[in-house]
Nanobody, 121 residues
């Protein structure tokens, strides 16, 4: 069983920065993708940024040039550096991982509990 624990959310003024962290723990053999999603009130959950175990990244058009995803494979942790934040970035941010379980060797998925980011003056 694997758990994802997110941290770093909060209230920030427009133009400010936040750094989210997501640490995976449990029966991990290997991790493929670790992604960040977000869900704003009344909207569907959307992919914000993704990173593979090889370091390839992908971003939503709305955050390109402002957000940076990175990961520390030794710590099974993914980060999301968010700069130049806008009110429309306000959402619950969720961490997601696609991993291989160390007991069953099956490929599985897991979600974090979410962390709220509010961008407001």
């Amino acid at each position: 069983q694997v758990q994802l624990v997110e941290s770093g959310g909060g209230l920030v003024q427009p133009g400010g920065s936040l750094r989210l962290s997501c640490a995976a723990s449990g029966t991990i053999f290997s991790i493929n993708a670790m992604n960040w999603y977000r869900q704003a009130p009344g909207k569907e959950r959307e992919l914000v940024a993704a990173i593979t175990n090889g370091g390839s990244t992908n971003y939503a058009d709305s955050v390109k040039g402002r957000f940076t995803i990175s990961r520390d494979n030794a710590k099974n942790t993914v980060y999301l550096q968010m700069n130049s934040l806008k009110p429309e970035d306000t959402a619950v941010y969720y961490c997601y991982s696609h991993y291989r379980d160390s007991r069953s060797y099956r490929y599985l998925e897991v979600w974090g509990q979410g962390t709220l980011v509010t961008v407001s003056s």
